[in-house]
Nanobody, 126 residues
Framework: VQLQASGGGSVQVGGSLRLSCAASGRFANTVSNDGLNWFRQAPGKEREFVAGINWRGDNSIAADFAKGRFAISRDNVKNAMYLQMDSLKAEDTAVYYC?????????????????WGQGTQVTVSS
């Protein structure tokens, strides 16, 4: 399974971006049974959890910094996931990675991820 993230870019503080991630490959349709997640990594920092969603899309989890500003969603017909980011802050600047869980739920733990996307850069400036 390959994950292709897109939608990153440069935006001013307070702006919005919508990230997308599409699964492809021979077993891409299997991700509809798995939890999906977004992580991010800022320069010089460890990769951190942003948000996750279960296989049906009716239960999501999010890091404290993401609550109220970011929303994760998925489309199992398209084998895709999304991250709507609003009220962006300079500290949200990072490379954002989509990831597939080993289970049917979202996960905040790196070791519980079985597939990673290649990342998309988000830069927030004032």
């Amino acid at each position: 399974v390959q994950l292709q993230a897109s939608g990153g870019g440069s935006v001013q503080v307070g702006g919005s971006l919508r990230l997308s991630c599409a699964a492809s490959g021979r077993f891409a349709n299997t991700v509809s049974n798995d939890g999906l997640n977004w992580f991010r990594q800022a320069p010089g920092k460890e990769r951190e959890f942003v948000a996750g969603i279960n296989w049906r899309g009716d239960n999501s989890i999010a890091a404290d910094f993401a609550k109220g500003r970011f929303a994760i969603s998925r489309d199992n017909v398209k084998n895709a996931m999304y991250l709507q980011m609003d009220s962006l802050k300079a500290e949200d600047t990072a490379v954002y990675y989509c990831a597939v869980s080993r289970s049917s739920t979202g996960t905040s733990r790196l070791e519980n991820v079985k597939y990673w996307g290649q990342g998309t850069q988000v830069t927030v400036s004032s």
